[in-house]
């Protein structure tokens, strides 16, 4: 036996013969309400998928989904290696071959023979600098940053 069951507008159940309201809208359309409850809060125009009960909100929360359908696998892009200005590909790959040891041991001699440069740059200019500094410091007056006394808003003085 087949039962004519009508939806309710507003929590989506079963509403059997007998019960529920069927309430028309301004519109002209109507529906169909299960209970006192549903009819008094779409009367206050709530919204269903706000009510934690209804399966508005179910369906948005995806909750109750019996069949785990597989999920969709998103492909992501294969990392591509590029030359960067400076290194070709080939020198990129050579250094990531190389074992850590070997690319230490380069970079340790690389700074130390950066800084044996950088201070015989100073010995070389440390003799000129010293009195090419005083005299330098002593042609000019410093100017001060900001006019005006304590509490002072950057405005014209008086």
Same mark, same amino acid.
């Given at each position: 036996m087949v039962i004519n069951t009508e939806l309710c507008a507003l929590s989506e159940y079963r509403i059997y013969p007998g019960n529920g309201k069927l309430m028309i809208r301004r519109d002209g359309k109507p529906i169909w309400l299960g209970s006192s409850k549903t009819h008094s809060l779409t009367l206050q125009r709530k919204k269903a998928a706000k009510l934690v009960w209804t399966q508005a909100w179910r369906r948005l929360h995806k909750k109750g989904i019996t069949e785990t359908a597989a999920k969709k696998r998103t492909r992501r892009a294969g990392k591509v290696q590029r030359a960067v200005v400076g290194a070709s590909?080939?020198?990129?790959?050579?250094?990531?071959? *190389?074992?850590?040891?070997?690319? @230490?041991?380069?970079?340790?001699?690389?700074?130390?023979?950066?800084?044996?440069? &950088?201070?015989?740059?100073?010995?070389?200019?440390? @003799?000129?600098?010293?009195?090419?500094?005083?005299? &330098?410091? *002593?042609?000019? *007056?410093?100017?001060?940053?900001?006019?005006?006394?304590?509490?002072?808003?950057?405005? @014209? *003085?008086?």
């Open positions: 590909l080939e020198d990129i790959k050579k250094k990531a071959a *190389q074992k850590s040891e070997l690319r @230490t041991a380069a970079r340790e001699a690389a700074l130390k023979e950066l800084k044996d440069r &950088k201070a015989a740059n100073k010995a070389k200019s440390g @003799t000129k600098g010293k009195a090419a500094g005083k005299s &330098k410091a *002593q042609s000019y *007056q410093k100017v001060p940053k900001h006019m005006g006394g304590k509490g002072s808003r950057g405005g @014209t *003085q008086r």
